[in-house]
């Protein structure tokens, strides 16, 4: 079966970027099957995402990488190349809603994920069972104020000794700090439980009902230390009414949540995301 990797690559906007990189693979017998880019005209950047398929057994991943920063080292570029057979190393962080993480379980099981679940971390023990019953480890590691930074370091011993590539916090309800939130910049989902900045804090359905919305959503982003910064990967939304309690607005909330959140995993799972400032761009 032919080889394929995934080639990312950013860069200051200028001519000749596309031409450099597209004749390099295919001196190299490379064949794209789907290729995206994007000028960014306002900050002059240049992102691009090439699927590629190697069709010449003499060539390997390895091989290409070694060759193609040097073709492309007067444009200053950062870049990566992935292989699209290599699933991504993902630790999944719980409380006590057992949605999100039911869903990415489930898409998981059905090969619509490609990963390979690392543990469950959880502050509270009650979604063990639905970890275990999965085969997946599963680690409680409790939370308080007293040892909220004890917790934070036994949690990236976790990371480290399982080699995790991905944290996603599928309503975890435990606020990261700072320092952690740096340590897993670029490499950590949330899911909020609104369109940021929204409905904020404690019970946003209920909120939501007093206001009388007309639409409710969640908005997949990954984790920053500044809570209104946080750069979007997916957003979802559902059209409701004045006859939505606030129980009805929470039920459908599950569906919205789950949804932006699967999405959100699957693009980074997929090398489409691109993570700049407060932004992302999102190659579907």
């Known amino acids: 079966m032919p080889t394929e990797f995934?080639?990312?690559?950013?860069c200051d906007a200028t001519s000749g970027i596309v031409a450099a990189v597209t004749s390099y693979?295919?001196?190299n017998d490379c064949y794209i099957s789907e290729m995206h880019q994007f000028d960014d005209e306002e900050n002059q950047l240049f992102f691009m995402r090439a699927v590629c398929r190697i069709e010449n057994d003499e060539n390997t991943i390895e091989s290409i990488r070694a060759g193609f920063d040097e073709k492309v080292s007067h444009f200053n570029m950062k870049w990566d190349i992935l292989d699209k057979s290599e699933p991504v190393r993902v630790l999944l962080m719980v409380s006590k809603f057992d949605h999100c993480l039911d869903d990415l379980l489930y898409r998981h099981r059905k090969g619509e994920l490609p990963m390979e679940v690392t543990a469950v971390v959880s502050n509270h023990k009650d979604l063990r069972p639905m970890a275990e019953r999965e085969g997946i480890r599963f680690v409680h590691l409790p939370v308080t104020k007293e040892n909220k930074a004890e917790q934070e370091e036994a949690l990236l011993d976790i990371i480290t000794e399982t080699g995790t590539d991905l944290?996603?916090?599928?309503r975890y309800m435990q606020i990261l700090s700072d320092s952690l939130c740096k340590k897993l910049h670029g490499r950590a989902i949330n899911i909020h439980h609104s369109?940021?900045?929204?409905f904020k804090g404690a019970k946003p359905y209920h909120q939501a009902h007093q206001r009388g919305v007309k639409l409710i959503g969640a908005t997949a982003h990954y984790v920053t230390s500044d809570l209104d910064e946080e750069p979007i990967i997916e957003q979802s939304v559902q059209p409701?009414?004045?006859t939505y309690s606030p129980?009805?607005?929470v039920a459908v909330g599950r569906d919205t949540e789950t949804v932006a959140?699967?999405?959100?995993?699957?693009?980074h799972l997929e090398h489409r995301v691109f993570m700049y400032g407060n932004k992302t761009i999102v190659f579907k």
């Open 6 to 10: 995934v080639l990312k690559a950013s």
């Open 261 to 267: 959140l699967a999405t959100a995993v699957k693009m």
């Open 167 to 170: 944290v996603v916090l599928a």
């Open 247 to 249: 129980e009805r607005l």
């Open 195 to 198: 369109f940021l900045p929204g």
């Open 240 to 242: 409701v009414d004045h």
């Open 25 to 27: 693979l295919a001196q």
